[in-house]
């Protein structure tokens, strides 16, 4: 970055994508020492390296209460932090959205990686007026869904670990528990493998825990809002403000919208759209800090101001 050699601290149940990276870019004649991975725990390699005097910028990408033990580590050195952390991102379906790309687009808004993917939108907020579509719709589209092995013909894939994958169906069950509606889904597909169901509850209520945390699995969770105002204070009374996606016809209730809700990133009629251009991070307890576009660069540098009398100038006036 920006001329910075690196260290990258990967996750420790995904190591091997990087270490290959790494192999490759010697292979292409990266010198030695520019770009270094380290795996490990986090709890011992991350705490070490966040906390080291060596490091001049820690930047992570992760779970929000991993980065805050990020941030204690780096204080101790008062180290600079850029944060991108989790997500429950809300979006809205005003009563005049196109319903078809709606579905067509929130589909791939919350199962892409298998639900495991910090922007999904897990909060779907649907106008009364519109609900019954959008839900047979989204009903309809999610039974189509293939999940099985990756490396075959399907839609979704396993959870990436022992540990997602059990999380997840201990809020599949709380939102059964707390009176959600199961639309499609719901369970554990057989007893080999990480393999969980694309789930919609529909009648989700704001108090619900599966409406509150970041479940990061393939669970969406559908709202009914009358309001715009209310639907708005809904949508913003996340702790999480990474992203937020917007569905109308209406150029004033978009531009009403985009401003008005608390998110790094909100997309119009559309979602998951990226661009190395597009500046990306979050507000509230997704972090904070942008990566991509040029904001990405004040993340690697400082400012340096020098000022130098030169001989025989006449002074300062």
């Not at 589909?107 to 839900?135: K, P, T």
């Not at 009176?179 to 989700?204: C, H, P, Q």
């Not at 997309?267 to 998951?272: E, G």
Request: one cysteine or more; a neutral charge; proline letters at 3%.
């Amino acid at each position: 970055a920006v001329g910075n050699s690196l260290v990258a601290k990967v996750a420790e149940s995904t190591p091997l994508t990087a270490l290959y990276n790494a192999q490759l870019m010697t292979e292409a004649g990266i010198p030695a020492g520019v770009v270094n991975v380290v795996p490990g725990i986090g709890k011992v390699a991350g705490k070490w390296l966040a906390g080291h005097r060596g490091i001049d910028k820690v930047t992570f990408t992760g779970s929000t209460d991993t980065g805050r033990d990020v941030m204690r580590s780096a204080s101790e050195n008062l180290t600079s932090v850029t944060l991108e952390l989790g997500g429950k991102s809300p979006a809205i379906i005003f009563a005049d959205a196109d319903i078809d790309n709606a579905v067509q687009q929130l589909q791939v808004g919350l199962f892409l990686n298998q639900g495991q993917c910090c922007v999904a939108a897990s909060r779907i907020f649907v106008h009364e007026s519109v609900y019954d579509e959008f839900v047979a719709k989204t009903v309809a589209e999610t039974k189509k869904r293939k999940v099985g092995d990756p490396f075959t013909d399907v839609d979704q894939g396993p959870q990436q670990n022992r540990r997602q994958f059990d999380k997840i169906l201990r809020y599949l069950e709380k939102g059964k528990k707390e009176g959600a509606e199961v639309l499609v889904g719901g369970n554990r597909i057989g007893d080999k493998g990480f393999y969980v169901e694309s789930t919609v509850f529909g009648d989700v209520q704001d108090d619900m825990a599966i409406a509150k945390d970041e479940i990061f699995g393939p669970c969406m969770q559908i709202f009914k809002f009358s309001d715009n105002e209310e639907v708005m204070r809904r949508a913003n009374s996340s702790a999480y403000g990474l992203a937020a996606g917007v569905f109308s016809q209406n150029i004033n209730t978009c531009n009403w919208a985009t401003r008005a809700l608390k998110a790094g990133t909100v997309w119009v009629n559309c979602y998951d759209v990226f661009d190395a251009s597009v500046p990306f991070g979050g507000f509230k307890q997704s972090g904070f800090g942008r990566v991509k576009s040029e904001y990405a660069l004040d993340n690697f540098t400082s400012v340096k101001a020098v000022t130098q009398l030169l001989p025989n100038d006449g002074g300062w006036y």
